[in-house]
């Protein structure tokens, strides 16, 4: 079996919990509409925008791969149903955007990054909208590769097969790490990846072909790459 010379990696619920962050977002959007467009906000409080989201996502199906561009229209919607043409889009996806990426990591998330980090290239690869830079994890990264940006999203073999070129490794050299049974594993074994389920809930695997590893934290992932890694160079 060929040596793992990088690792992939998720983002959302791998390095942190996600929810927090997106209803915190919710509620920052809500409480500027309230001061700035109290009729919007009384149009559309947290619940109904979030089904207007939803909504968004079912009728651009094209936008799959684009969480950012789904909630712009969302926020074009909203306003035009309001009667507002001139929706104040940037302003409003920039306090989204800021709340979104205000994340608190698992507490092993940061130090086993680092221990991976120095012995393996890492690539991100997800289909959320975080951003590295603005959490400052950005430096322990070779490459960070969104869906919005490769134009297809987890699970489907070309945004992995995106992350092995970047990196200048053939698929069955890069060991893909993510908690989604189906978006990370899955797909990235059918990417030619190997694979590891995050599993920070002790959930029974139940998804067809048992991933290549299973571990309950980065710390756990940070002994084995420490231990059966290929070392860089």
Same mark, same amino acid.
């Given at each position: 079996?060929?040596?793992? !010379? ?5 983002l ?18 809500? $409480? ?7 009729e919007?906000? *009384?149009?559309? &409080? /947290?619940?109904?925008? !979030?089904? +207007? !989201?939803?909504?968004?996502?079912r ?8 969480? *950012?561009?789904?909630?712009? /229209? ?9 009667? /507002? ?12 955007? =800021? ?9 092993d998330?940061? &130090? ?7 012995? +393996? ?9 975080? #951003?590295? =830079?603005?959490?400052? +994890? #950005?430096?322990?990264?070779?490459? $960070?590769?969104?869906a *919005?940006? =490769?134009? %297809?999203?987890? &699970?489907?073999?070309? /945004? ?6 970047a ?9 893909h ?9 899955? @797909? ?13 809930? @002790?959930e ?15 710390? =756990? ?6 231990a *059966?890694?290929?070392? %860089?160079?």
């Open positions: 079996m060929r040596p793992i !010379r990088a690792v992939t990696l998720d959302d619920d791998t390095l942190w919990p996600v929810l927090p962050a997106l209803i915190e977002a919710e509620h920052c959007v809500d $409480r500027w509409l309230k001061q700035h467009h109290p919007v906000a *009384s149009a559309w &409080p /947290i619940e109904a925008m !979030r089904e +207007l !989201r939803e909504k968004v996502a009728e651009h199906t094209h936008l799959a791969h684009d969480f *950012s561009e789904q909630r712009r /229209i969302t926020i074009r919607q909203a306003f035009a149903a309001c009667g /507002i043409d001139d929706a104040p889009v940037d302003a409003l996806w920039g306090i989204y955007f =800021a709340a979104r990426n205000n994340v608190e990591l698992y507490p998330a940061l &130090p086993g990054l680092l221990r991976i980090a120095k012995k +393996l290239p890492v690539v991100s690869i997800s289909n959320g909208n975080a #951003d590295l =830079a603005v959490i400052g +994890l #950005d430096h322990l990264f070779h490459t $960070r590769i969104n *919005s940006g =490769a134009g %297809v999203a987890k &699970p489907d073999a070309r /945004i992995f097969l995106a992350a092995a070129e990196l200048g490794l053939p698929p069955g050299e890069i060991l790490v993510g908690d989604d049974p189906l978006l990370d594993v899955v @797909g990235a074994r059918d990417a030619g990846l190997r694979t590891v389920w995050l599993n920070r809930t @002790g029974t695997w139940s998804h067809g072909p048992a991933p290549d590893l299973e571990f309950a934290d980065m710390t =756990a992932l940070a002994d084995w790459v420490d *059966s890694a290929a070392p %860089v160079g």
